[in-house]
Nanobody
Framework: QVRLAESGGGLVQAGGSLRLSCEVS????????MGWFRQAPGKEREFVAV????????YYADSVKGRFTFSKDDAKNTLYLQMNSLQPEDTAVYYC?????????????????WGQGTQVTVSS
């Protein structure tokens, strides 16, 4: 069992930055691919970023590429999503998730464990 807990969300003005954290407990995640997803009101949950277990391959959705950075600290069992140049369209609940595979995947159906989410609101 993997338990995930996001934090760091909040209200920020357009152009601002936030850093989300995802603390992982339970089974080791060192060989699982981990992802960030988001869900805006009335929309489906969408892929934001994914990294394989050693951080050697990280992929981003086109909408966040160049603005968001995914990192992880295995010693702290924590993932991070640094979000810069935030825009109102980035407003959503953000989730971290874990697969049971070492292969990074943007398909949310591949993810077995999810956190409870953290709200990010960007005002214009």
């Amino acid at each position: 069992q993997v338990r995930l807990a996001e934090s760091g969300g909040g209200l920020v003005q357009a152009g601002g930055s936030l850093r989300l954290s995802c603390e992982v407990s339970g089974r080791t995640i060192n060989r699982n691919s981990m992802g960030w997803f988001r869900q805006a009101p009335g929309k489906e949950r969408e892929f934001v970023a994914v990294s394989n277990w050693n951080g050697g391959n990280t992929y981003y959705a086109d909408s966040v590429k160049g603005r968001f950075t995914f990192s992880k600290d295995d010693a702290k069992n924590t993932l991070y999503l640094q979000m810069n140049s935030l825009q109102p369209e980035d407003t959503a609940v953000y989730y971290c998730a874990s697969t049971l595979s070492s292969i990074p995947d943007s398909d949310r159906a591949r993810y077995s464990y999810w956190g409870q989410g953290t709200q990010v609101t960007v005002s214009s």
